[in-house]
């Protein structure tokens, strides 16, 4: 056996050197079955302790050496260490990117586990590869599947589901936060109702990237129902996040929807669980990120990331992209953006993450055109999410996968806003607005930056209004402009007058400007430049001026857009905007000649 093992043993620091010594004199002498159930146990035991180390590539080396000590016979004769061992591997393997090996290690577990609880590991970490690869549709099988064996249902039909979340919603009001802390844990992991909680949780993640989200306020509401019946699991905390969640965005409840989000915390807390801490951070900042400033608000999806990376939680690459979205939308600096937009997405394509992928990709390409960039030809950035297309457009699946969709022509939308491609921005907002209508009223649950397409996709609309020369059409344009900058109006006055303040003045600015009551207009277009500057929004700051400035241009009053223009060529070389700001000395050559 040479040196080698003991290389490979006393380099990593993380690991005790008596661990290490045990280990390697046990596999030095090994000369029979027994000694080779020792070194499975002592292999075990270190890539337990490399994993609580966050060392997935090393734990996952030990639980290999682990399998490869087991004798013929194995899954009979130490039936529990092999189980252990196999699901210990599985969950590395998937964090490593090894996905073959996934494949594998749970085939072997599906075909020598003696019931479905010991089934349970492999299932899960197969649910999160089917997710991971884009083939959403076979995991939310595989998942309804499985709840069935539980005998656990979820109700289907529309009245069904209204009078379960009045039901369960009346149970939590008599309920403080005190009581809901008090609760005992649940106890037994191999119960049936733990696995069931489980499930459930992966059921609402499948959920948010396909149509089919009528079931996405009762997940959270089951689990919770489960938790106050058997005792709180580490789920817990985050369906009381989901719960709160829905709470905000869908009914515009925030103060009772941030009650359960900051009692999702105190859980976190009480019942620590580092597995899944990542993840209830990550569905806590939902409706933090509209109650608080925005600009400190995004950085809590950088920790949530941290978290996930360090227990191996699947959530990472989800913290990266929603972390970097808002950054390039909230006016973050773009080079610092775009460096960690690489980064992210050279993280998410070694997991093999295609469905996080394909909604990095749209970001990115327009981050780097502001900046004046180009980061590869487009064939070869559409190689990159090639295999998560074909999932996408097989068959029934076309149009299904709403959450790429809408993504994508919300960034089409906006980046042809931006750079004043009328035609492009018509285009893109018509599909916008189709895929829109299809996702249902709890797409904002699975969506933190839904407000920012609402924003641009109203600004599109007035635009579209005023440029349409058919009045049925003008006005078709002009009321979902109106839609739109109601539901800012709406988030302004509930949630947050700091993060949404400026944008539901530029909105309205131009509303006035549509329906040509231009001295309201001008009010408007300053009391968004002036807001957008007191909230630290220079993105913003940036279009508001470039808007009012065209506002001038199309009135008639070149030499007034002058100042809006030039402070607007300003902001957007503030931004780092540097392609955009250029674009606009088309029109300020125009108007000093």
Same mark, same amino acid.
């Given at each position: 056996?040479?040196?080698?093992?003991?290389?490979?043993?006393?380099?990593?620091?993380?690991?005790?050197?008596?661990?290490?010594?045990?280990?390697?004199?046990?596999?030095?002498?090994?000369?029979?079955?027994?000694?080779?159930?020792?070194?499975?146990?002592?292999?075990?035991?270190?890539?337990?302790?490399?994993?609580?180390?966050?060392?997935?590539?090393?734990?996952?080396?030990?639980?290999?050496?682990?399998?490869?000590?087991?004798?013929?016979?194995?899954?009979?004769?130490?039936?529990?260490?092999?189980?252990?061992?196999?699901?210990?591997?599985?969950?590395?393997?998937?964090?490593?990117?090894?996905?073959?090996?996934?494949?594998?290690?749970?085939?072997?577990?599906?075909?020598?586990?003696?019931?479905?609880?010991? &089934?349970? +590991?492999?299932? =899960? #970490?197969?649910?999160?590869?089917?997710?991971?690869? /884009? $083939?959403?549709? %076979?995991?939310? !099988?595989?998942?309804?599947?499985?709840?069935?064996?539980? &005998?656990? +249902?979820?109700? =289907? #039909?529309?009245?069904?589901?209204?009078?379960?979340? /009045? $039901?369960?919603? %009346?149970?939590? !009001?008599?309920?403080?936060?005190?009581?809901?802390?008090?609760?005992?844990?649940?106890?037994?992991?191999?119960?049936?109702?733990?696995?069931?909680?489980?499930?459930?949780?992966?059921?609402?993640?499948?959920?948010?990237?396909?149509?089919?989200?009528?079931?996405?306020?009762?997940?959270?509401?089951?689990?919770?129902?489960?938790?106050?019946?058997?005792?709180?699991?580490?789920?817990?905390?985050?369906?009381?996040?989901?719960?709160?969640?829905?709470?905000?965005?869908?009914?515009?409840?925030?103060?009772?929807?941030?009650?359960?989000?900051?009692?999702?915390?105190?859980?976190?807390?009480?019942?620590?669980?580092?597995?899944?801490?990542?993840?209830?951070?990550?569905?806590?900042?939902?409706?933090?990120?509209?109650?608080?400033?925005?600009?400190?608000?995004?950085?809590?999806?950088?920790?949530?990331?941290?978290?996930?990376?360090?227990?191996?939680?699947?959530?990472?690459?989800?913290?990266?992209?929603?972390?970097?979205?808002?950054?390039?939308?909230?006016?973050?600096?773009?080079?610092?953006?775009?460096?960690?937009?690489?980064?992210?997405?050279?993280?998410?394509?070694?997991?093999?993450?295609?469905?996080?992928?394909?909604?990095?990709?749209?970001?990115?390409?327009?981050?780097?055109?502001?900046?004046?960039?180009?980061?590869?030809?487009?064939?070869?950035?559409?190689?990159?999410?090639?295999?998560?297309?074909?999932?996408?457009?097989?068959?029934?699946?076309?149009?299904?996968?709403?959450?790429?969709?809408?993504?994508?022509?919300?960034?089409?939308?906006?980046?042809?806003?931006?750079?004043?491609?009328?035609?492009?921005?018509?285009?893109?907002?018509?599909?916008?607005?189709?895929?829109?209508?299809?996702?249902?009223?709890?797409?904002?649950?699975?969506?933190?930056?839904?407000?920012?397409?609402?924003?641009?996709?109203?600004?599109?609309?007035?635009?579209?209004?005023?440029?349409?020369?058919?009045?049925?059409?003008?006005?078709?344009?002009?009321?979902?402009?109106?839609?739109?900058?109601?539901?800012?109006?709406?988030?302004?006055?509930?949630?947050?007058?700091?993060?949404?303040?400026?944008?539901?003045?530029?909105?309205?600015?131009?509303?006035?400007?549509?329906?040509?009551?231009?001295?309201?207009?001008?009010?408007?277009?300053?009391?968004?430049?002036?807001?957008?500057?007191?909230?630290?929004?220079?993105?913003?700051?940036?279009?508001?001026?470039?808007?009012?400035?065209?506002?001038?241009?199309?009135?008639?009053?070149?030499?007034?857009?002058?100042?809006?223009?030039?402070?607007?060529?300003?902001?957007?070389?503030?931004?780092?905007?540097?392609?955009?700001?250029?674009?606009?000395?088309?029109?300020?050559?125009?108007?000093?000649?």
């Amino acid at each position: 056996m040479g040196e080698a093992p003991r290389a490979r043993i006393t380099a990593q620091n993380t690991l005790t050197t008596w661990h290490a010594d045990r280990l390697y004199g046990a596999m030095v002498i090994l000369v029979d079955d027994e000694q080779a159930v020792v070194v499975a146990n002592l292999n075990l035991d270190a890539g337990k302790i490399a994993m609580n180390m966050s060392d997935f590539f090393l734990a996952h080396s030990f639980f290999n050496y682990g399998i490869s000590y087991l004798r013929r016979g194995h899954w009979d004769e130490h039936y529990h260490l092999s189980l252990e061992l196999f699901n210990l591997a599985a969950k590395c393997a998937l964090m490593n990117a090894e996905h073959d090996s996934v494949k594998t290690i749970t085939e072997q577990i599906m075909r020598n586990a003696k019931c479905f609880g010991d &089934k349970f +590991e492999a299932i =899960s #970490v197969t649910i999160t590869l089917l997710n991971w690869s /884009g $083939n959403v549709f %076979a995991a939310v !099988a595989l998942i309804h599947s499985s709840l069935s064996t539980l &005998k656990e +249902e979820l109700p =289907s #039909v529309a009245f069904i589901i209204d009078q379960y979340l /009045g $039901n369960m919603r %009346a149970q939590l !009001a008599v309920l403080s936060d005190d009581t809901l802390l008090s609760y005992p844990a649940m106890l037994n992991p191999s119960n049936s109702k733990f696995l069931a909680v489980e499930l459930l949780a992966k059921l609402y993640t499948s959920l948010t990237v396909i149509r089919e989200r009528d079931a996405m306020p009762i997940i959270p509401l089951k689990i919770i129902e489960i938790s106050l019946t058997c005792g709180m699991s580490p789920h817990s905390p985050s369906a009381f996040a989901q719960y709160g969640n829905y709470l905000a965005l869908i009914r515009y409840e925030f103060e009772e929807g941030y009650r359960y989000v900051k009692l999702a915390l105190s859980l976190m807390k009480k019942i620590p669980s580092r597995a899944h801490d990542g993840s209830i951070m990550f569905f806590s900042n939902h409706t933090k990120l509209y109650v608080e400033p925005m600009q400190s608000s995004i950085e809590c999806y950088l920790d949530a990331r941290k978290a996930s990376l360090k227990s191996g939680n699947p959530y990472a690459n989800a913290c990266a992209y929603v972390y970097n979205n808002l950054c390039l939308w909230s006016g973050k600096e773009l080079n610092a953006v775009v460096i960690a937009m690489k980064e992210a997405r050279k993280e998410t394509k070694y997991h093999k993450n295609f469905g996080v992928l394909a909604l990095m990709q749209p970001m990115l390409r327009i981050a780097l055109r502001l900046m004046g960039q180009s980061d590869a030809p487009a064939t070869q950035q559409d190689n990159l999410t090639n295999d998560f297309d074909e999932i996408c457009n097989d068959g029934g699946n076309t149009g299904k996968y709403a959450i790429q969709s809408h993504t994508i022509f919300f960034v089409r939308l906006s980046e042809a806003l931006i750079f004043r491609e009328l035609d492009k921005a018509m285009e893109a907002a018509e599909k916008y607005f189709s895929v829109n209508e299809s996702v249902g009223r709890y797409f904002t649950i699975s969506t933190p930056n839904m407000f920012f397409r609402r924003f641009y996709s109203g600004l599109v609309s007035f635009w579209a209004a005023r440029e349409t020369n058919v009045n049925k059409e003008s006005e078709r344009w002009r009321k979902r402009g109106v839609d739109c900058k109601d539901e800012i109006e709406k988030l302004s006055f509930s949630a947050s007058t700091w993060n949404f303040q400026n944008k539901a003045y530029l909105l309205q600015a131009e509303e006035q400007f549509c329906t040509r009551n231009y001295e309201m207009a001008e009010t408007l277009y300053d009391a968004a430049i002036s807001s957008s500057k007191t909230h630290k929004f220079v993105n913003e700051e940036a279009l508001s001026n470039e808007l009012a400035g065209h506002f001038y241009l199309e009135t008639g009053r070149r030499n007034k857009s002058v100042h809006y223009l030039t402070r607007a060529f300003e902001k957007y070389n503030e931004w780092g905007a540097v392609a955009k700001a250029n674009s606009l000395m088309l029109y300020l050559d125009v108007n000093e000649r």
